[in-house]
């Protein structure tokens, strides 16, 4: 590597690194990319020179730490047992012991889902492709299964899911719940949500 390609790598993870305390500290929209630049110790320049704007930063700071998760769910999918509200169950419990490593940062994600000014290039939550597939080839396996009636719109049922995963959140922002008590709360949610794409039975 050259060295000014070193020198633009290393900038970037300041950028990055910087970024990723200040969302989690202060929140994403408190948070200006002056700031970042400030803590970063680079110039405010450099910061726009690496990243088309602060949704941008978000979204590389999620991603980057999405990869750990992603290995977590790719390493568990296969040996999920259980129908498949209780596959659902395993997999969302597995995503709230993670991200409440990070809550605030996590929080910060998902308000940045609702800025109607961030650009195309940025994937705020609800935007992962790879997050939504995970949920979708469960409930694909359940429909296989019988257990999902096959005329569901199964995009539509990962939407919700995202929806209840995400809500469920604010009893961390509000009440300073833990892993162990949303997932209670979310476990409780999909049982609902299952008897509604249950196959229905001819009357």
């Known amino acids: 590597m050259s060295v000014r390609k070193s020198q633009k790598e290393a900038t970037r993870q ?17 948070t200006t990319v002056r700031e970042i630049a400030r803590r970063a110790e680079v110039a405010v320049g450099s910061v726009f020179t690496t ?28 040996h999920l047992r259980g129908n498949v509200a ?25 308000a940045a889902a609702y800025d109607w000014t961030l650009g195309p290039s940025t994937r705020p939550y609800g935007k992962n492709p790879r997050l939504r597939q995970v949920i979708k080839d469960c409930l694909a396996e359940g429909v296989a299964r019988g257990e999902i009636g096959a005329d569901q719109d199964l995009d539509l049922i990962v939407d919700a899911l995202m929806g209840i995963y995400a809500w469920t959140y604010r009893l961390a922002a509000w009440e300073g719940a833990d892993a162990e008590e949303m997932s209670a ?19």
Not at 14 to 30: I, K, M, P
């Open 14 to 30: 300041r950028v990055l690194d910087a970024a990723r305390d200040l969302f989690e500290t202060q929140g994403y929209e408190e």
């Open 51 to 78: 990243f088309a704007s602060k949704g941008d930063i978000l979204s590389q700071v999620m991603a980057d730490r999405l990869e750990e998760l992603y290995a977590e769910l790719d390493r568990v999918a296969p």
């Open 86 to 110: 209780d596959r659902l169950r395993s997999l969302f419990a597995i995503h709230f012991a993670f991200e409440t490593r990070r809550t605030k940062l996590f929080l910060a994600h998902i």
């Open 185 to 203: 709360v979310f476990d409780r949610q999909v049982g609902l949500l299952a008897q509604g794409f249950a196959p229905r039975v001819a009357g």
